[in-house]
């Protein structure tokens, strides 16, 4: 079982910027696939930006040029550095990992609130 934990959440002014972590329980070479999804209210959770095992990272359209994902694995950490904030990034932020076998685990998330 892996543990996944967010932080860095908060309320900032649209225009601002905010970086998010997530840490894992376990180390992290033979996760498949980790990033970040979220999900506003009424709406259904969406991809923000995934990192890949080999190297690749995908984002949505809507955060491309503004979002960046990266890693530290010595850390058993992802990050999320979000720049340009509006207020449709306003969303309950969740740290998601994919491993062999089927397996996918979430975090609990962290709020973010951007306010124009």
């Known amino acids: 079982q892996v543990q996944l934990v967010e932080s860095g959440g908060g309320l900032v002014q649209a225009g601002g910027s905010l970086r998010l972590s997530c840490t894992a329980s376990?180390?992290?070479?033979?996760?498949?696939?980790w990033g970040w999804y979220r999900q506003a209210p009424g709406k259904e959770r969406e991809l923000v930006a995934l990192?890949?095992?080999?190297?690749?990272?995908s984002y949505a359209d809507s955060v491309k040029g503004r979002f960046s994902i990266s890693g530290d694995n010595a850390k058993n950490t992802v990050y999320l550095q979000m720049n340009s904030l509006e207020p449709e990034d306003t969303a309950v932020y969740y740290c998601?990992?994919?491993?062999?076998?089927?397996?996918?685990?979430w975090g609990q998330g962290t709020q973010v609130t951007v306010s124009s």
């Open positions: 998601y990992a994919s491993l062999p076998y089927g397996r996918r685990y």
């Open positions: 376990s180390r992290t070479f033979n996760f498949n696939a």
């Open positions: 990192s890949s095992s080999t190297g690749g990272s």
